[in-house]
Each structure stands twice: as structure tokens, then as C-alpha cells.
């Protein structure tokens, strides 16, 4: 595994600071934007690499040779054609529903907490969480593919029980940001939950 040790200049809190380029779990970079808008509110997006074009092509290359494959030596031309419109469709699909650009979190200290996360295809998703709702914001840890990984979640109160907790929602999901990353972004909740 690769690892970069690269800066470059980014605005985080309303000032200029030199910062670490953040990796995710599996080792790709990726990009944290922080912006203070007040005291209060501040937002944070996390961006994920663009779709590899190089990716794209040989996936599509391998389906359209196995097809064309099936094609010498079944000669029915409607395997080329299902392998075309699968391809197609299955491109579609994958920008619109999976491949999320762009995740961010807004924490504005006497409303709530939004979500958003930004897919490929311009479809965007978004939910909110009023803050008598939020017990906490927190770091968890989760075994994923035989490895600890760490993730920011919040944790939603339960309305029966004001001490129990009724739900976890976990924050950043499709880009998976390390730890010095997660760190980042859990003391600057932390420090507006404090004043609220």
C-alpha cells in the first residue's frame, strides 16, 4: 500500500490552513472541505475520487467480449444486443443509485444536524436530525472485511427514555474517511455540541 504524505492548502474554519490530504480505507484519496459559517454552524463534505473512465472501459470491454464470444458460437446477434443494453443500463444505474460523489454534514448548534450525500447523476439525498433529538455525536469502531474500521455516527435519544438510545445513524458511509479524518470532524461537533 501506497502512502502519501502530501499538503496542500485548504479553507477549514474561516482561516487558511495547511493541511493533510486524507486517505480512505482502502488507500484512495480523498478530499475534506470545512467551512465555518458561524460560531454555531459549520459543514463539512467529504469528496470521493470522480468514476475511472479506465474502470468503465474495461468493464465494458470484458462483458462486450464475452458476448461477442457467445455470438461466434451461437451466431444469435440477440446476445450482442442484451450485452449493449445491459452494459447501458447497468452504467445508469450504478451512477444514479451507487456512486456518491460528494457526502456532507451541516451541525448547526440550536436546530439540528443535515446529511447529505450527492450521487454521480446529480441526484442528491438529504435527511435532518433536530438536535432535542441527538444524544451525542460519536466515533465508532465496526469489524468490516476482516478489519477494525472506525466511523462517525450520531446517536438519535430514544423518546420514551431520555437516557437510552433509540438509533444510530452513521455519517459518511460511501467514502469511509480513516480516523485523522473522523478526529477532525468529531472535535468540531463536539465543540458546538458543548455550547449548545
Known amino acids: 500500500m501506497l502512502v502519501y504524505s502530501v499538503w496542500i492548502t485548504r479553507r477549514c474554519f474561516g482561516f487558511i490552513m495547511e493541511d493533510e490530504i486524507f486517505t480512505d480505507i482502502n488507500g484512495k484519496v480523498i478530499s475534506l472541505d470545512c467551512q465555518s459559517h458561524s460560531s454555531l454552524c459549520r459543514e463539512f463534505t467529504v469528496s470521493s475520487p470522480k468514476v475511472s473512465i479506465s474502470r468503465v472501459m474495461v468493464c465494458t470491454c470484458s462483458v462486450w467480449l464475452f458476448a461477442y464470444v457467445v455470438f461466434f458460437f451461437t451466431e444469435n446477434t440477440a446476445v450482442l444486443s442484451s450485452a449493449i443494453l445491459i452494459t447501458l443500463v447497468g452504467m445508469m444505474l450504478h451512477i444514479h443509485f451507487v456512486k456518491i460523489d460528494h457526502e456532507s454534514l451541516l451541525v448547526i448548534g440550536s436546530l439540528g444536524v443535515q446529511v447529505s ?3 454521480a447523476s446529480g441526484r442528491e439525498s438529504t435527511s435532518f436530525i433536530e438536535m432535542s433529538k441527538i444524544k451525542d455525536i460519536v ?3 465496526a469489524i468490516y472485511m476482516h478489519r477494525i474500521i ?4 450520531i446517536l438519535v435519544k430514544d423518546t420514551s ?3 437510552a438510545i433509540s438509533s444510530v445513524v452513521p455519517l459518511f458511509q460511501s467514502s469511509k474517511p480513516r ?3 473522523l478526529v477532525k ?3 468540531s461537533c463536539q465543540e458546538i455540541l458543548s455550547k449548545c
Open 117 to 119: 450525500s450527492s450521487y
Open 139 to 141: 466515533i465508532n469502531e
Open 150 to 153: 472506525y466511523y462517525l455516527c
Open 161 to 163: 427514555d431520555p437516557d
Open 179 to 181: 480516523l485523522d479524518c
Open 185 to 187: 470532524v468529531y472535535k
